[in-house]
């Protein structure tokens, strides 16, 4: 494949201020790193935010490629790169730690010390280095898998959702056979999660949420539960399916801080709490009840300890219905109407995809 010279991009130049430009230099890979076609990339749930007020660390706008759930197929290697080859279908991780700071060496790459320092060797790609909302990028080779045959791209996309929800699950345990667990929040996390939790042997899973057909697709990946936090009463509903003693882990991916409040609540003595969505308010959680009922709750940054690897093999196993969550696709020269689909969620939108060749 001939690979130009210019490229189209959807660039940044200033909050609120996407450009499609067309003939953007198409980047080049370092030693240790590989270029990719993308073909794909889904709208994240930061990403609005990015458009609307930056990143700390990105680079200028008007140079600012955001975009960081991306999909395609490897074009060109660096000069050190044995590990990929031209022509494997391939998606990335967003984060590329350091690799030298305490946390990197312990593994806590997304959690990184050096966060924003290039000259380290970190990356976050799409939010402190280019992303994927184009024709091409380029990726180290710690942040890329190659993917299974079967999933097309825009399914592959969902596959650092997927790795988010997982490293949530692991950050709040794991999983034992026959747990009950209850699922805060149906969005694309929340709902991959329901996926992974059956499939990693949960006996019982509990999703709650407000939209009705979001969470009717919780059912067909795997709800065995469902409850709808502005009809029911959430709390009252877990502890009478969990016969008064309490879900065994709780797993919160809606951003709301009256949800990590019920998680408290609902969650049991010895229980485990684990925290993905992003909060923006103040919580007034329990405090005295997590430490009376020895409740472990722990925070969980993205899709650290490479649980996009493990992701892959569980779904390439175990396969989940992506497709459900994929709503809305777009070609690139349309990004401005995905990005005004995925912020209002207009037509029940759940996950929006660029069809970044188009």
């Known amino acids: 494949m001939k690979i130009p010279n210019k490229m189209r991009a959807a660039v940044l130049y200033g909050p609120g201020n996407l450009r499609l430009v067309e003939n ?41 490629i955001f975009g960081h759930e991306y999909a395609g197929e490897i074009v060109a290697v660096g000069e050190h790169v044995d590990e990929f080859v031209i022509g494997d279908r391939v998606v990335v991780e967003p984060h590329k730690g350091c690799g030298v700071c305490a946390n990197c060496r312990d593994g806590y790459y997304t959690t990184c010390l050096n966060y924003g320092n290039i000259q380290k060797g970190h990356r976050h790609y799409g939010f402190t280095v280019n992303g994927g909302y184009a024709e091409y990028a380029c990726n180290h080779i710690n942040s890329v898998y190659r993917i299974p045959e079967r999933l097309d791209y825009e399914e592959a996309t969902l596959l650092t959702t997927a790795a988010t929800a997982l490293y949530g699950i692991r950050r709040a345990g794991g999983v034992k056979a026959g747990e009950t667990w209850v699922v805060f929040g149906p969005g694309p996390i929340g709902l991959t999660a329901v996926a992974l939790l059956k499939r990693l042997g949960a006996g019982k899973v509990i999703l709650t949420g407000t939209r009705k057909e979001r969470l009717r697709i919780g059912e067909k990946l795997g709800a065995d539960v469902t409850l709808n936090v502005r009809e029911e009463n959430v709390i009252e509903n877990i502890l009478e399916i969990t016969d008064g003693v309490g879900a065994d882990a709780v797993l ?13 609540e609902c969650c049991k003595k010895n229980g485990r709490i684990g925290l993905v969505g992003m909060y923006e308010q103040s919580s007034q959680v329990n405090v005295n009840k997590i430490v009376q009922w020895n409740i472990s709750m722990c925070g969980s940054k993205a899709e650290g300890e490479r649980s996009i690897a493990q992701v892959i093999d569980l779904v390439d196993m175990h396969p989940v219905d992506f497709s459900l969550l994929i709503t809305h696709t777009f070609p690139l020269r349309d990004i401005h109407r995905a990005f005004e689909v995925a912020t209002t969620r207009a037509e029940g939108a759940i996950k929006v995809v660029i069809q970044c060749q188009l």
């Open 24 to 64: 953007y230099p198409v980047p080049k890979p370092g030693p240790d790193e590989v270029l990719i076609r993308v073909e794909a990339c889904a709208i994240c749930g930061t990403d609005p935010k990015i458009l609307a007020h930056g990143w700390p660390n990105q680079p200028p706008y008007g140079q600012f």
């Open 252 to 264: 919160e991916c809606s951003g709301s801080t009256k949800a990590v409040e019920d998680a408290v």
